[in-house]
């Protein structure tokens, strides 16, 4: 597709239900991030794939967190026995190659936002 | 010393001014840096990226890096009340082998009328 694609684009939960979070990114893109959102915060680096490598998970706040990427496409983050404070817009951005110089563009989805109630 | 850092704001300047917006970062290797744009409740918008020392100039946006200093800024020329948005400063900071896009907190800007 044109552009970096979420679903869904809005999510309300209970609390202790698991969610799945989609990221479709754009064809050709090599690497794939999330973030998360808080309410008038910062991004917070969640997770990383490039290609093939082991995905950098250093940013993951807990074990309840996990990500996949599925034939090196489109990623799946699951949220397991979601909480009160997982609420926030979890953002993907993928990563295209610009030229020669290893200098790389990123563009972001739109965004999922999750409510846990 | 935080990763990336802003200055928080929030910033407010009249229409037709001269907005500068300020981020410095941890690691000297570090050889990418984006400013990114977000207007409330969107997602993040890359507006300029630059690799090497000194300006680069797009249109009312100059973005300029300062390696040895560890500094990189983003001036907005002619501001317009379009313009109020939160940017986010993003560097490539080295992780182990790989580099991850680490973001500052943002600057809130506003631009009066």
């Known amino acids: 597709g044109a552009g970096v694609s979420q679903s869904p684009s809005n999510k309300v939960t209970e609390k202790g239900k698991d969610v799945e979070l989609r990221c479709d990114p754009i064809s050709g893109h090599t690497a794939l991030y999330w973030y998360r959102q808080s309410l008038g915060q910062g991004l917070e680096f969640l997770i990383y794939f490039q290609g093939n490598s082991a995905p950098d998970k250093s940013g993951l706040p807990s074990d309840r967190f996990s990500a996949e990427r599925t034939g090196g496409s489109v990623s799946t983050l699951t949220i397991q026995r979601t909480q009160q404070e997982d609420s926030a817009v979890y953002l993907c951005a993928s990563r295209r190659e610009l030229g020669t110089t290893g200098v790389y563009g990123y563009t972001f989805g739109s965004g999922t936002r999750l409510t846990v109630v | 010393q935080k990763e990336v850092e802003q200055n928080s704001g929030p910033l407010s300047v009249p229409e037709g001014a001269i907005a500068s917006l300020n981020c410095t970062y941890s690691?000297?290797?570090?050889?990418?840096f984006f400013w990114y744009r977000q207007y409330s409740g969107k997602s993040p918008e890359l507006i300029m990226s630059?690799?090497?020392?000194g300006d680069k100039e797009d249109g009312r946006f100059t973005a300029q890096l300062n390696k040895a200093s560890q500094y990189v800024s983003l001036l907005i020329r002619d501001s317009q009340p379009s313009d109020s948005a939160t940017y986010l400063c993003?560097?490539?900071?080295?992780?182990?082998?790989?580099?991850?896009?680490?973001f500052g907190k943002g600057t809130l800007l506003t631009v009066n009328p």
């Open positions: 690691d000297r290797g570090s050889q990418s």
């Open positions: 630059i690799y090497s020392n």
């Open positions: 993003a560097v490539n900071l080295r992780g182990g082998s790989n580099y991850k896009l680490t």
